[in-house]
């Protein structure tokens, strides 16, 4: 899963909670992404971050929240505005959106709720 | 609008055949596609791209695969199939127009055979 770290691995939120996911890389990449995997659904894009202080909402962004204040960094928040949050949570990078570079994987975090 | 479609939730194949993973394509302006596999619990990992040039790209493993503009089709390909080939491989795609976004298919399984 190359240079992107993704904790914890497992997580699990009780009714009304908010909870964060760490994603850090040591790649030097400037764009960072985040992706909701849900089974027979493929990869489901909810924030992604092209330049450290900058963020765009994705396609399933309601009840998630990121920042990005490191070029390393980029945590995201599940909120409890988020109904569903039971899924499999993917981080990427990629050196920059152009179109034909690499997104790169860290090995995700599966959160459940109680 | 761009998407992705992989027809078969599952493949079988023997251990030693040839093995093919069918994937589709909707994309405005040139395509930039590419193929990942994912292990049980793992992120996902890179295995082939195509940006322009050849239309048979290799990648790795032993992986191949061939763009077809007029059927808008990325298909991968093995000459001939190996047990740990065994996982859910995604075909994904990035417009030239629309290039902040990765597009996924909804993955097919591969299960190889002895």
């Known amino acids: 899963d190359g240079g992107i770290t993704q904790s914890p691995k497992y997580l699990f939120r009780k009714e009304g909670q908010n909870v964060t996911l760490s994603c850090e890389q040591n790649?030097?990449?400037?764009?960072m992404y985040w992706y909701r995997q849900d089974p027979g659904q493929g990869l489901r894009l909810i924030y992604y971050?092209?330049?450290?202080?900058?963020?765009q909402k994705g396609d399933i962004a309601e009840g998630y929240s990121v920042s990005r204040e490191k070029k390393e960094s980029f945590p995201l928040t599940v909120t409890s505005a988020q109904k569903n949050p039971t899924a499999f949570y993917l981080c990427?990078?990629?050196?920059?959106?152009?179109?034909?570079?690499?997104?790169?994987f860290g090995a995700g975090t599966r959160l459940s709720v109680l | 609008a761009q998407s992705v479609a992989q027809p078969e939730d599952q493949v079988n194949v023997a251990e030693g055949n040839p093995l093919t993973v069918k994937c589709t394509y909707s994309?405005?302006?040139?395509?930039?596609l590419f193929w990942y596999v994912q292990y049980p619990n793992r992120g996902l990992q890179f295995l082939l791209k195509?940006?322009?040039?050849?239309?048979l790209v290799k990648g790795s493993y032993g992986f191949e695969a061939e763009f077809n503009k007029s059927q808008t089709s990325f298909h991968l390909k093995k000459p001939s199939a190996l047990v740990s080939d065994s996982a859910l491989y995604f075909c994904?795609?990035?417009?030239?127009?629309?290039?902040?976004?990765?597009?996924f298919g909804s993955g097919t399984k591969l299960n190889v055979k002895p």
């Open positions: 994904a795609v990035r417009g030239e127009y629309n290039f902040n976004k990765f597009y």
């Open positions: 971050s092209q330049i450290v202080n900058d963020f």
């Open positions: 790649l030097n990449h400037d764009a």
């Open positions: 990427a990078s990629s050196i920059s959106v152009h179109a034909g570079n690499i997104q790169y």
């Open positions: 994309v405005s302006g040139n395509p930039y």
């Open positions: 195509y940006i322009t040039g050849d239309n």
